[in-house]
C-alpha cells in the first residue's frame, strides 16, 4: 500500500511539473520545471567508459528549487545537482563555470560545455 501511494504522488508531482511548464516558460522563473533540449551532445572520457562523438541528441533539464539536474540521451551520463547564478539579461551560469568550463541556459537554448574529474560533456541544444 505504501509503495502505491509513492508512485501515485511521484506520477501527480510529475504530471503537475510537465503539465506547468510551457515552451514560453524561463527555466530561472520556476520553482519546478521539466523540458527537452534537442541538438548536438557528446561525451569523452578517460575512464574505462565509452566516449560518445558528437552527434543529435536530446538532453532533458529537471529543476526544484534552486537545483538543476541533465539527464542526456544517447547512453551519455547525467550532470546532476547543478546550482546557477544570473549573468546578463535572463541568462543563467552554472556557480563556478569559466569561459573553459560551464552550462549556460535560458527560455530557448542550452550550452553545455562541462568539465569534471577527467569527464567532459558538450551540448548545444534548442528546447523543443
Same mark, same amino acid.
Not at 35 to 64: A, C, H, L
Not at 83 to 88: A, L, N, S, T
Not at 97 to 116: E, K, R, W
Given at each position: &500500500?505504501?509503495?502505491?501511494?509513492? &508512485?501515485?504522488?511521484? %506520477?501527480?508531482?510529475?504530471? +503537475? #511539473?510537465?503539465?506547468?511548464?510551457?515552451?514560453?516558460?524561463?527555466?530561472?522563473?520556476? !520553482? %519546478? +520545471?521539466?523540458?527537452?533540449?534537442?541538438?548536438? !551532445?557528446?561525451? #569523452?572520457? =578517460?575512464?574505462?567508459?565509452?566516449?560518445?562523438?558528437?552527434?543529435?541528441?536530446?538532453? =532533458?533539464?529537471?529543476?526544484?528549487?534552486?537545483? /538543476?539536474? +541533465?539527464?542526456? *540521451?544517447?547512453? !551519455?551520463?547525467?550532470?546532476? $545537482?547543478?546550482? +546557477?547564478?544570473?549573468?546578463?539579461?535572463?541568462? /543563467?551560469?552554472?556557480? $563556478? $563555470?569559466?569561459?573553459? *568550463?560551464?552550462?549556460?541556459?535560458?527560455?530557448?537554448? %542550452?550550452?553545455?560545455? /562541462?568539465?569534471?574529474?577527467?569527464?567532459?560533456?558538450?551540448?548545444?541544444?534548442?528546447?523543443?
Amino acid at each position: &500500500m505504501k509503495t502505491t501511494i509513492k &508512485m501515485l504522488s511521484f %506520477l501527480c508531482i510529475a504530471l +503537475f #511539473t510537465f503539465a506547468s511548464c510551457s515552451k514560453d516558460d524561463d527555466p530561472a522563473d520556476n !520553482i %519546478l +520545471f521539466a523540458d527537452k533540449y534537442r541538438g548536438n !551532445i557528446s561525451f #569523452t572520457t =578517460t575512464s574505462e567508459q565509452e566516449n560518445v562523438p558528437i552527434s543529435e541528441g536530446t538532453v =532533458t533539464v529537471t529543476k526544484v528549487g534552486d537545483t /538543476y539536474n +541533465f539527464a542526456f *540521451s544517447n547512453g !551519455i551520463p547525467n550532470i546532476n $545537482g547543478i546550482e +546557477f547564478e544570473q549573468r546578463g539579461d535572463n541568462t /543563467y551560469w552554472n556557480i $563556478g $563555470g569559466s569561459t573553459a *568550463s560551464y552550462i549556460q541556459i535560458d527560455a530557448d537554448n %542550452l550550452t553545455i560545455a /562541462y568539465v569534471q574529474d577527467g569527464d567532459a560533456w558538450t551540448a548545444n541544444c534548442s528546447r523543443d
